[in-house]
Antibody
Framework: QLLLQESGPGLVKPSETLSLNCTVSGGSISSNNYYWGWIRQPPGKGLEWIGSIYLSGSTFYNPSLKSRVTVSADTSKNQFSLKLRSVTAADTAVYYC?????????????WGQGTLVTVSS | QSALTQPPSASGSPGQSVTISCTGTSSDIGGYNYVSWYQQYPGKAPKLMISEVTKRPSGVPDRFSGSKSGNTASLTVSGLQAEDEADYYCCSYAGSNMVFGTGTKVTVL
């Protein structure tokens, strides 16, 4: 059973960097069959794809967030990470990590439970 | 890229069918057969209900079915049950991008 678990601070100050990790168990992020990605959902709103990474290090980002986002991976820890710079209140959301079941960024099959990140001073 | 367009709400009585549309463009839904549908309860992570337009993952009731015509994908829930009341989102591959729908709240009357 593949499990994904997000972790990181639940509160970030405006203008700072939001950093989250996703730990994968029951499978390897080094598998050559999958992309691994981040998706967010502001309170009461819809889902928004943020960005995704492949084992080769290839990344794709939502054009609207690309200038502020970095997704990276640590295969030794079976983790991948999200950094979102210069956050504002508009970045307050539940952040999910997920697996894309293909060598391109297709809709995810497995999701983490999500973690709420609030941007506030 | 713009979000895919879904109706904000849909409803039906128990036992009836409801169909949710998801409209995109030739750059996303119309260009690829990678459309998925998710069910989401309040405070929970989305659950995959349909992948690759029509495929139902193991454990998903066969009351859920998907289809696509041109730039529009659809999810049909037949034989509505109280437990089907939730938010539903479509999602499509868009050639090095991925885009979600605006979401539809399904109410079982």
């Amino acid at each position: 059973q593949l499990l994904l678990q997000e972790s990181g601070p639940g509160l970030v100050k405006p203008s700072e960097t939001l950093s989250l990790n996703c730990t994968v168990s029951g499978g390897s992020i080094s598998s050559n069959n999958y992309y691994w990605g981040w998706i967010r959902q502001p309170p009461g709103k819809g889902l928004e794809w943020i960005g995704s990474i492949y084992l080769s290090g290839s990344t794709f980002y939502n054009p609207s967030l690309k200038s502020r986002v970095t997704v990276s991976a640590d295969t030794s820890k079976n983790q991948f990470s999200l950094k979102l710079r210069s956050v504002t209140a508009a970045d307050t959301a539940v952040y999910y990590c997920a697996r894309h079941p293909h060598i391109v960024v297709v809709p995810p099959d497995y999701w983490g439970q999500g973690t709420l990140v609030t941007v506030s001073s | 890229q713009s979000a895919l367009t879904q109706p904000p709400s849909a409803s039906g009585s128990p036992g009836q069918s409801v169909t949710i549309s998801c409209t995109g463009t030739s750059s996303d839904i119309g260009g690829y057969n990678y459309v998925s549908w998710y069910q989401q309860y309040p405070g929970k992570a989305p659950k995959l209900m349909i992948s690759e337009v029509t495929k139902r993952p193991s454990g998903v009731p066969d009351r859920f079915s998907g289809s696509k015509s041109g730039n529009t994908a659809s999810l049909t829930v037949s034989g509505l049950q109280a437990e089907d009341e939730a938010d539903y989102y479509c999602c499509s591959y868009a050639g090095s991008n991925m885009v979600f729908g605006t979401g539809t709240k399904v109410t079982v009357l």
